[in-house]
């Protein structure tokens, strides 16, 4: 691609980008379906399918509308969920809690351990803080970045709507890690109860690094897709208790028809992670775009809205 064809292709994403903020700005204005209308039009590239949605970011989007099973609200509720997964395969597979506050000026910081992680129940990945040395944390900075975090909305920015009646709450956790001495992550698709592919998410505590996204079928091979994020230059190996995740995630996915089971292997040990209705709100591109269609092959639809 030559420089002036790479700058018009940047000038032009610059201008989708800008244009879909600022529809994020007065997302107020919108009802739901031509919200997402708008905002997948933009992100995606095409016109959003509704009556005979093909592709899993088009079924994504029919799901946030017509499957609003109030349950989910529990299941991404990053504090609630704890005891729904507690009794579905047992409290050892959940992390420990060790505070709970509905303001981040609240926190007590004398009483953390050395080592801890912060997290609003209310949002997405980027609202979550690892403290490894407490001697070195900036307690202004992150309780400035959590209480902007328990004002923001996964449902007025791209109509999430399990998200829309959390009680926004701040907890803290257990530091864990794992033998690379980060926190990989294990993220199953599950479709209708079963684990049809995953990826594992790794370098994401690595300064000036993208986190690294590395796609794998249900029999651990080598997916080739990206998907917001590149792959890793060595692929991750297979987790020791790989065939255990499968079936914990299948178990927690069960008679829900799309959810993504994240886990974690720490020390011969599985931990849950989260669980995510909309991987990327359904508005990220994969690269190449044909499993797009693949993933929504395995999305089959409920003839029965939940509204």
Request: glycine share 6%; net charge positive.
């Amino acid at each position: 691609m030559s420089k002036l064809s790479t700058a018009i292709t940047l000038f032009k994403d610059n201008k989708l980008t800008f244009i879909s903020a600022l529809i994020g700005k007065i997302s107020f204005l919108f009802p739901d379906k031509l919200y997402l209308q708008l905002q997948f039009r933009l992100r995606m590239g095409y016109r959003l399918n509704l009556k005979t949605p093909k592709s899993f970011s088009e079924k994504i989007q029919w799901l946030k509308l017509y499957n609003r099973n109030p349950l989910y609200t529990t299941l991404v509720d990053k504090y609630a969920v704890k005891k729904w997964v507690a009794d579905k395969i047992g409290e050892d597979h959940v992390i420990p809690t060790l505070g709970v506050w509905e303001n981040a000026d609240d926190i007590d910081f004398d009483k953390l351990p050395n080592q801890f992680v912060l997290k609003t129940t209310n949002g997405g990945g980027g609202d979550v803080i690892i403290c490894r040395d407490k001697s070195n944390f900036d307690k202004k900075k992150a309780i400035n970045h959590l209480n902007n975090g328990l004002k923001r909305s996964l449902y007025k920015e791209l109509r999430e709507w399990q998200y829309k009646h959390i009680p926004p709450r701040i907890i803290a956790e257990k530091y864990m890690e794992d033998e690379s001495g980060e926190l990989r992550d294990y993220k199953f698709f599950c479709f209708d109860g079963i684990v049809k592919a995953l990826f594992i998410a790794s370098d994401r505590l690595k300064v000036n690094e993208d986190t690294k996204f590395d796609f794998f079928d249900r029999n651990f091979n080598h997916l080739p897709i990206t998907n917001g994020h590149p792959n890793a230059k060595i692929q991750p190996q297979k987790p020791k208790m790989y065939e255990k995740m499968i079936s914990l995630a299948e178990k927690l996915s069960s008679g829900i028809p799309h959810v993504r089971v994240d886990l974690y292997e720490i020390d011969d040990k599985i931990y849950f992670g989260e669980m995510t209705f909309s991987h990327h709100s359904g508005m990220c591109p994969f690269c190449p775009i044909e499993w797009d269609y693949k993933f929504g092959e395995w999305l089959q639809l409920p003839s029965k809205r939940i509204q």
